[in-house]
């Protein structure tokens, strides 16, 4: 199993966007972001993102693992993401290696590829929080001491 890949929320907002640039890494055919925060779900989210909390995660793999196997990659995310956030990534990643473990090294065989947001939404949201391409529900006011 490998690691999760930390991912600069300029390169996610490049992603969102579909803007490509010789500095950002080439956007996925397909991605989700995968927010794990808890109570502290509040004041905003990364738009369509996929709210799966941690405090309960060991339970929801399975539908979390179902919905989201088919993309070529997932951006998971907790607060900070330093340790809830990398955390679940590892979690996914074993779960996914044990319910479908690599086959071959063949072209065929594709890798999902698993990030974790550096900074969290608490780095998101200071920079992107007012965009509302790129983040839903923001309140302000919630992170203004942030």
Known sequence: ???PIMLDKVVLRSWMLNES????????ASFAVVDVRDDDYI???????HHYPSSNLACTLPS????????????????????????AASMYMRYREMID??????????????????GGFTEWQQEFGRDSRLT????ESIWKYY
């Open 1 to 3: 199993m490998g690691v």
């Open 21 to 28: 640039s010789p500095s950002v890494p080439q956007r996925p």
């Open 43 to 49: 004041g905003g989210h990364i738009h369509s993102s």
């Open 64 to 87: 979390l693992y179902s919905a989201l196997q088919s993309v070529d990659a997932l951006v998971f995310h907790c607060a900070l993401s330093q340790q809830r956030g990398p955390k």
């Open 101 to 118: 473990p690599p086959r071959d090294s063949s072209a065929e065989f594709k890798k999902q590829q698993v990030y974790v947001l550096r």
């Open 136 to 139: 839903e529900a923001y309140e």
